[in-house]
């Protein structure tokens, strides 16, 4: 029973690092797109403040 287990519980996490470059690539996109939004917002902040 242990090792039926353990063969489920590691072959969801050998897919899971199979799959994570694509997921990978979307999230440093996103993050990109998020990072220039923030840094958009922050400049129109400014200048209303100043």
């Known amino acids: ?3 039926d287990r353990q063969f489920v519980t590691s072959s969801p996490n ?3 690092h199979s799959e994570s470059w ?10 990109a797109i ?5 840094v958009i ?3 129109i902040v400014l200048i209303l403040v100043l």
């Open 1 to 3: 029973m242990t090792s």
């Open 14 to 16: 050998v897919t899971r």
């Open 22 to 31: 694509p997921i990978y690539n979307v999230r440093t996109q996103c993050a």
């Open 34 to 38: 998020a990072v220039t939004i923030l």
């Open 41 to 43: 917002v922050a400049a």
